[in-house]
């Protein structure tokens, strides 16, 4: 994937330009609004992206397109816009195209986030590459949240409480990256095997991680009984999509051990939405 002058030629330098090579050209689209923004690193604006295909076309046994609309998208519509400017920059290149790659952004179900279903969005990309006549490219694409977010949950122990704030052994430099700076709400239930039973009420709480860094805050608020105390389980659901590929050592916390089961995610947990209601 390239999106300069200056990528080709590393790509082509660094590989020999072998007989079966494949580039796709990386469009830049305008800020969207998707909960993670992607516009500002990457992609070619409209002029560079034709002069790319056409400067790729002689050295690619395969030549594709593509966009990333965000992270956490909510619009179909935005795959619509971003195709009908992959349409725009492929049909003033005037070379030939094999592959479009709608990229990934594709949205899972948070507490506070129903997005639309999944087949909205392949309605809207379908309808775009028929209207747009790109049906005969390959269409590649990249789930990853929408796939994976309920594949994993986290459970961490309440290790102090101070006011509405728990003090959790993990955090936003752990699993719960997601949880910081972005601001997702994660689904949490309290566990308190063996003890007595917490209470009815519930309580919004912040989480802090158990690093020396004030930023390792997860603002939430996560729903839990009021008296949530010292001691206290927590099982934090919908992690799966960058809970364990972004976790790291810093500060010598990376202990978490991985046990496999068979349940259905937190969220869809059958009382769980009483649970936080």
């Known amino acids: 994937m390239l999106d300069s002058a200056e990528e080709l030629a590393k790509i082509l330098e660094e590989t020999g330009a072998p007989a079966d090579l494949g580039l796709v050209v990386r469009l830049a689209l305008p800020k969207g609004g998707a909960v993670y923004d992607l516009s500002g690193k990457f992609g070619a604006d409209h002029a560079e992206a034709v002069a790319l295909l056409r400067a ?5 046994a395969r030549l594709g397109v ?5 992270s956490q998208c909510l619009d179909p519509g935005a795959y619509a816009s971003a195709i009908a400017r992959a349409a725009a920059a492929i049909r003033e290149a005037g070379v030939a195209v094999e592959v479009l790659d709608v990229g990934g952004g594709f949205p899972a179900a948070y507490p506070d986030i ?24 390959r269409l590649w694409a990249e789930p990853g949240r929408a796939l994976v977010a309920g ?28 949880a910081g700076a972005p601001g997702f709400r994660f689904p949490a239930r309290l ?6 039973a917490a209470a009815e ?11 020396c860094d004030s930023a390792d805050r997860m603002q939430g608020p996560f729903h839990l009984p009021a008296d949530a105390r010292e001691g206290d389980w927590i099982e934090v659901g919908q992690i799966g999509a960058y809970g364990a590929c972004l976790r790291t050592a810093f500060n010598g916390f990376d202990r978490a051990g991985v046990v496999e089961v068979a349940d259905l995610p937190l969220l869809h947990t059958p009382g769980y939405a009483a649970l936080a209601a």
Do not use: C, K
């Not at 994993?152 to 990256?177: C, E, H, K, P």
């Not at 009420?201 to 991680?209: I, L, M, V």
């Open 56 to 60: 790729a076309r002689p050295h690619a």
């Open 66 to 70: 593509s966009f990333h609309v965000g």
């Open 114 to 137: 129903t997005p639309p279903p999944l087949g909205s969005f392949m309605a809207a990309i379908r309808r775009a590459v028929e209207e747009h006549g790109l049906g005969h490219l």
């Open 151 to 178: 594949g994993m949950s986290l459970v961490v122990q309440v290790q102090a409480r101070r006011g509405d704030a728990l003090f959790i052994n993990d955090g936003v430099y752990g699993a719960l990256s997601d």
């Open 191 to 196: 566990i308190r095997p063996g003890a007595a």
């Open 201 to 211: 009420a519930q309580a919004g709480f912040s989480f802090f991680g158990p690093t």
